[in-house]
């Protein structure tokens, strides 16, 4: 199985930056891709980034294109969500998580889960 453990989320002003990394364990890491999905308070979970297993593809949520970039350092079993000029409908709590499956931004096709961390954006 594989383990997600999230950090860099906190409280930046609207039109910040903040960087959210995904570490994981397994050694199979490099064979799934990757999603970031948020969820605010009373909304339904919904995809922000995912990234090929490769690295060599990546799709984004209209609402962040242009302003979120998803990257990963297979050596360092590692997911990033770069976040840039931050809104404050990006307040959430972002979550990663790994597939093994199809390349999909379906929630459902994801097998594993980070905690989740908690980022606010103030205006």
């Known amino acids: 199985q594989v383990q997600l453990v999230e950090s860099g989320g906190g409280l930046v002003q609207a039109g910040g930056s903040l960087r959210l990394s995904c570490a994981a364990s397994?050694?199979?890491?490099?064979?799934?891709?990757m999603g970031w999905f948020r969820q605010a308070p009373g909304k339904e979970r919904e995809f922000v980034a995912r990234?090929?297993?490769?690295?060599?593809?990546?799709s984004y949520a209209d609402s962040v294109k242009g302003r979120f970039t998803i990257s990963r350092d297979n050596a360092k079993n590692t997911v990033y969500l770069q976040m840039n000029s931050l809104k404050p409908e990006d307040t959430a709590v972002y979550y990663c998580?790994?597939?093994?499956?199809?390349?999909?931004?379906?929630?459902?096709?994801?097998?594993?889960w980070g905690q989740g961390t908690q980022v606010t954006v103030s205006s």
């Open positions: 397994g050694r199979t890491f490099s064979s799934y891709n």
């Open positions: 990234i090929h297993s490769s690295g060599w593809s990546t």
């Open positions: 998580a790994a597939s093994s499956g199809r390349w999909s931004s379906r929630t459902d096709t994801y097998d594993y």
